[in-house]
């Protein structure tokens, strides 16, 4: 436990990629989510998986591990109640209750970095049980 302590207070390398990943689903609409894992040998954040354009909610679902902690960021697109097509993009923490100790205080203590880093995020979801972060949960926050 103290050598992830160690590491969360020296601060994770946020590679370059994480944010241009990002920017690409903000602004060209080319991905529609992007999921990102911390390499605790290196102490940075990588790009784990992106889903492409014609992937939904249920592939960034499927791609979060059942036993490990990761961060995604969601594009979610949908019609508001005024009939307008609109866009809110949701950072999900993701720290199941199977994935190590060590591995949640460090996703825990390394977010804000991240969350700095990609500009332009709406929400915030935290969740350690697929149900805390379900179809629902996110449109329910959007609208």
């Known amino acids: 436990m103290a050598m992830a302590y160690k590491m969360a207070t020296q601060g994770m390398n946020i590679k370059d990629e ?5 920017t690409e689903m ?17 102490r940075a954040v990588l790009v ?10 249920e592939q ?9 902690c990761r961060y995604a960021v969601f594009d979610f697109d949908f019609v508001s109640v005024d ?10 923490a993701w720290s199941p209750a199977a ?9 825990a203590t390394s977010k804000q970095g991240l969350r700095r880093v990609l500009d332009g995020v709406h929400y915030e979801v935290q ?3 697929p149900s805390e972060m379900g ?8 609208q």
Do not use: M
């Open 99 to 107: 994935s190590r100790i060590r591995a949640k205080i460090l996703y």
């Open 127 to 129: 969740a350690t049980d």
């Open 26 to 42: 903000k602004w060209k609409k080319v991905h529609r989510f992007v999921v990102y894992k911390i390499d605790e040998k290196t």
């Open 135 to 142: 179809f629902d949960v996110i449109r329910e926050r959007a």
């Open 60 to 68: 960034l679902v499927a791609a979060l591990p059942k036993d490990d």
């Open 83 to 92: 009939n307008c097509q609109k866009s809110k993009i949701f950072f999900i």
């Open 48 to 57: 784990d998986k992106v889903g492409g354009p014609g992937e939904g909610y």
């Open 18 to 22: 994480c944010k241009s990943w990002f």
